[in-house]
C-alpha cells in the first residue's frame, strides 16, 4: 500500500524537525508498513504541494497538525481532495487531538486523537483488510470522540535509531529529543491542563543510544522535550552525567521549573553547554493562581541566583492576557523578569487554545480571542484593546532591545541608576526608536542593535539630567555587549572603557552617585577578549 505522511514545518533550517510525522513514520515501519515522508515548510504553496503529493498516487495520505500549519493544512486537504477522490486522508498531531470539532469529516475521512504511533498502524491495517477504521482515537464521526490509550514509551520504535530522522541529521543542524511525555502539572493556558497529569519516560538506555548518533552526527543544537526536565531529581542528574561524560560540542536547550532548583542540579547544568528556559509567565499572584500555578517571588528569585552564580544561561517567558491580567500587571511582571537578569524575554499574547482550561474560561471571563488559529486574545475586561497594544509595544521593545541586544547583564543596573522601571525605559526606547526610524528612513532589522543601545543610553541620560553617568554607564553596556559578541561570535571585540574592569566591578554593587565618589578620575583602557582552555573569559590591553 502506497501511503505518504505529510508535515509542514515553520521553516528551513533550525526549526524544521518534524518530530510528529517521524514518530509515526518508525511506527508504521515497525509494523512493515512502508510510508513515504513528505515534509514541507510554510513557505512551500499548499496548492502546489498537494499536486506533488497527488502526482505520486498515493492511497493513503496522513496529515501532522499542528497549530502554526493549520491553515496551510487546510488549504493543502482541500486541493488534494479535488485532485483525487479514490484516496484515504487522514489527519492527527496536536491540533487534531485539542480541536477535532474543527475539522471536516466530509473532505478527511478519519481523525487520530491522542499519541498515534498504535491507533494509526491499527487504522492503516484496517484499510488494508478492506475494513472501516475504528477503535479509541481513531474517529470517523464528531459525534463519537475517543483519544488514543497513551502507549508504554519502552515499546515505541526510535526515529533516530531506526534512521528516519536521518536527512535532518545534518552537521549543524538542530534538533528535537524527545525525553518524556507528560506533564505533572495543570496550567490553565496549556494543553496538558486537559491531560493526564503522570509523567512517562523513555527508557535511559534509549537516550544512551540515541545521544551516541546526535554526536556522530555532529548536530549543533538540542531542544530536549521535557516540559519538566528537573521534575525527577535524580534522574534529571543521571541525564546530565550522560550528557557531560559525552564533552560533546552539541548546545542543549531545557525546560524547568525554577522551583525545584537546587545548587546540586545547578552544579551539573553548568557542567554541559547548555540555556535553560523558564515559564515565568506572570509575577502576579492572582493571574497565577487563576492559571493554576503556585508562585513565590523571593523563592523563585532565590533559585534563579543558583543559575547566574555560575553563567548558565536562561530564558523566561511571559504572557499577556490571562485571566485578571492587566497592562499594569504585565509591566510589573516585565520588571521583575528584568531584575532576574536573564540573557532572554520571550513574551507571547495569550493563545486561548482549543482543549485548554482557560479557553472553557474564555466566556466566564468575558475574554474574546481569534476563532481560528492562533487563537490568540482580542480584549478582556482587565486588558482592553488599547492596553493590548501597548503591551504588544513593550513585547517588540523586549525582542530588539532587550534579547536581540542581550542586555540582561545591564538593564537593571541602568534601571537603578536613572531610577526609571526598567518597563519604562523599554517603552521610551520604543518611541525612541520611532523618532530615529522617521529621520533616518532605515529599518530597524538594519541597525547595528548596540550601537542603537548606545545611542538611545545617551539620549535618555541628557533627558534626564544624568550626563554624569554617561561615562560609567556606557562603559559597563560595552563591556558586557563586548562579553555577549564574543560568546556569540567567538571573535574578540575591541572594548573602548573609561574605567578600568575593577571599578566597573564595583559599580554592579554601588549606586551612580557612590561610584563617582570613590572614583573620581576615569582610566582610559582599550581591551579585546579572549578565553582559556577552560573557556574562562580573559581581558587582553590592546593598547
Not at 491553515?71 to 477522490?85: G, H, K, Y
Request: hydrophobic content about 45%.
Amino acid at each position: 500500500m502506497n501511503i505518504s505522511l505529510v508535515s509542514c514545518c515553520l521553516e528551513e533550517g533550525n526549526l524544521s524537525y518534524p518530530l510528529g510525522a517521524l514518530c509515526i513514520q518508525s511506527a508504521l515501519d515497525a509494523a512493515e508498513m512502508r510510508a513515504e515522508h513528505l515534509p514541507f515548510t510554510l513557505s512551500d504553496d499548499p496548492s502546489q504541494a498537494a499536486a506533488k503529493v497527488a502526482r505520486m498516487s498515493p492511497q493513503v495520505v496522513g496529515l501532522s497538525v499542528y497549530l502554526w500549519n493549520r491553515t496551510w493544512m487546510d488549504r493543502f486537504t482541500e486541493t488534494l481532495r479535488t485532485q483525487t477522490n479514490d484516496l484515504v486522508i487522514f489527519a492527527g498531531g496536536p491540533e487534531a487531538t485539542a480541536n477535532p470539532l474543527s475539522f471536516d469529516l466530509s473532505i478527511l475521512d478519519f481523525l487520530i486523537l491522542g499519541e498515534g504511533e498504535e491507533v494509526v498502524v491499527d487504522a492503516i491495517s484496517a484499510i488494508q483488510q478492506g475494513k472501516q477504521p475504528k477503535g479509541k482515537g481513531i474517529v470517523t464521526t464528531l459525534n463519537e470522540l475517543s483519544w488514543a490509550p497513551s502507549p508504554e514509551l519502552s515499546g515505541l520504535p526510535s526515529p533516530l535509531l531506526d534512521h528516519q530522522a536521518d536527512c535532518f541529521l545534518k552537521q549543524g543542524a538542530s534538533v528535537l529529543w524527545e525525553m518524556t511525555r507528560g506533564c505533572p502539572f495543570h496550567c490553565s493556558f496549556c494543553f496538558e491542563s486537559r491531560g493526564q497529569r503522570s509523567v512517562r519516560h523513555f527508557p535511559l538506555p534509549q537516550l544512551e543510544a540515541e545521544l551516541a548518533l546526535l554526536i556522530a552526527k555532529q548536530v549543533g543544537e538540542v531542544y530536549i522535550l521535557d516540559p519538566t526536565f528537573n521534575m525527577d531529581k535524580q534522574r534529571t542528574l543521571t541525564i546530565l552525567s550522560m550528557l557531560a561524560e559525552k564533552q560533546s560540542d552539541i548546545h542543549f536547550v531545557f525546560e524547568i521549573r525554577a522551583e525545584l532548583l537546587d545548587n546540586e542540579l545547578a552544579e551539573a547544568f553548568a557542567r554541559i553547554n547548555c540555556a535553560l528556559q523558564i515559564g515565568l509567565q506572570s509575577s502576579e499572584q492572582e493571574v497565577l493562581k487563576i492559571a493554576n500555578r503556585r508562585f513565590d517571588s523571593k523563592l523563585f528569585a532565590k533559585k534563579i541566583s543558583y543559575l547566574n552564580a555560575r553563567g548558565i544561561p536562561f530564558g523566561l517567558d511571559l504572557i499577556i492576557g490571562l485571566p485578571k491580567d492587566t497592562l499594569s500587571a504585565f509591566m510589573k511582571s516585565v520588571d521583575y523578569a528584568v531584575s532576574l537578569k536573564p540573557s532572554n524575554l520571550d513574551v507571547f499574547p495569550l493563545s486561548l487554545l482549543p482543549g485548554t482550561l482557560v479557553a472553557e474560561q474564555a466566556k466566564e471571563f468575558s475574554i474574546t480571542h481569534l476563532s481560528e488559529a492562533p487563537y490568540t486574545i482580542i480584549e478582556s475586561p482587565t486588558f482592553p484593546k488599547r492596553d493590548l497594544q501597548q503591551a504588544l509595544v513593550l513585547k517588540e521593545s523586549l525582542d530588539l532591545f532587550f534579547t536581540k541586544g542581550q542586555a540582561g547583564m545591564w538593564l537593571q543596573k541602568l534601571s537603578e541608576v536613572v531610577s526609571l522601571r526598567p518597563s519604562a525605559i523599554l517603552l521610551s526606547f520604543s518611541s525612541f526608536l520611532d523618532a530615529y526610524l522617521k529621520k533616518s528612513g532605515e529599518q530597524a532589522d538594519d541597525l547595528d542593535i548596540y550601537l542603537l543601545q548606545e545611542t538611545f543610553v545617551r539620549s535618555l541620560l541628557r533627558k534626564l539630567g544624568l550626563r554624569r553617568f554617561e561615562a560609567v554607564l556606557l562603559s559597563f553596556i560595552e563591556l558586557h555587549q563586548g562579553i555577549a559578541f564574543f560568546h556569540e561570535y567567538g571573535e574578540s571585540p575591541v572594548l573602548h572603557l573609561s574605567y578600568s574592569l575593577d571599578a566597573l566591578s564595583d559599580f554592579v554593587h554601588l549606586t551612580g552617585d557612590a561610584f563617582l565618589k570613590r572614583y573620581p578620575k576615569m582610566r582610559q583602557e582599550v581591551l579585546g577578549i579572549t578565553s582559556d582552555d577552560e573557556e574562562r573569559l580573559l581581558f587582553v590591553p590592546l593598547q
